[in-house]
């Protein structure tokens, strides 16, 4: 009885510890957002590798748990410099409102699909698999853009099908910190990963919105 109070006590515990950690990332990354406007235009490309290297170096790390919170910050700065680019592009198109409604759109599901998937009885990591496979197919999507620019109405699915994605995530892995519990070396990786599902979640979200005012 006393070993169920004490885990019970113990998860919840880690659990705020991964959202104090989720939270100082955001507000790192907001630090760097308003940072990126300092940052020259030639830098942004080399810190979007460091950053694409950082994401592949998480899922590395993540099979050893060796993700550090330094990591974690680091990588959450950056990340807020070149959402800049993106940000600034919407908010000069399409106004500063649509950059807020994005914001909020994405804080209000990330709030509702995160209590959903924190209370829920069914375990989901049977989505894995499917999830990790559209999130490939994105990628791919977003590497072949590059070289042959998709339309808005492309564009447009294509966004639709990452804010889907993203918010199944938060879905998924907060149902995953309730039935897989926990540990002090995974906090890190776990805040990590919620951030990575907040910022790609508000930046489809956004070029969603931005697609949609300037269509009008």
């Known amino acids: 009885m006393h070993e169920t109070i004490y885990h019970n006590t113990s998860t919840r515990s880690l659990f705020q510890k991964v959202l104090v950690t989720f939270i100082i990332s955001l507000l790192l990354a907001t630090i760097g957002l308003y940072a990126g406007q300092f940052i020259p235009p030639s830098l942004m490309l080399p810190l979007?590798?460091?950053e694409f290297i950082m994401i592949i170096?998480?899922?590395w790390f993540r099979r050893r748990k060796a993700v550090g919170y330094t990591?974690?910050?680091?990588?959450?700065?950056i990340s807020?410099?070149?959402t800049f680019p993106i940000v600034s592009y919407y908010a000069s198109t399409a106004g500063a409102e649509a950059v807020l409604?994005?914001?909020a759109a994405t804080f209000g599901i990330f709030t509702v699909f995160g209590i959903v998937g924190s209370t829920m009885k069914k375990d989901l990591s049977f989505l894995g698999s499917f999830l990790m496979v559209v999130l490939i197919g994105l990628v791919v999507v977003s590497i072949l853009s590059i070289f042959m620019p998709l339309s808005s109405t492309n564009m447009l699915i294509v966004s639709g099908v990452g804010a889907i994605l993203f918010s199944l995530y938060i879905l998924y892995?907060?149902?995953q910190m309730k039935h897989r519990g926990i540990s002090e070396e995974m906090v890190p990786l776990l805040a990590l990963s919620l951030y990575l599902d907040f910022v790609n979640l508000f930046i489809y979200l956004l070029r969603i919105i931005g697609i949609l005012s300037n269509d009008d």
Do not use: L, Q, R, S
């Open 173 to 175: 892995d907060f149902n």
């Open 48 to 50: 979007a590798i460091a």
């Open 57 to 59: 170096a998480a899922f």
């Open 71 to 77: 990591f974690v910050y680091v990588f959450a700065f």
């Open 101 to 103: 409604m994005a914001f």
């Open 80 to 82: 807020g410099i070149t």
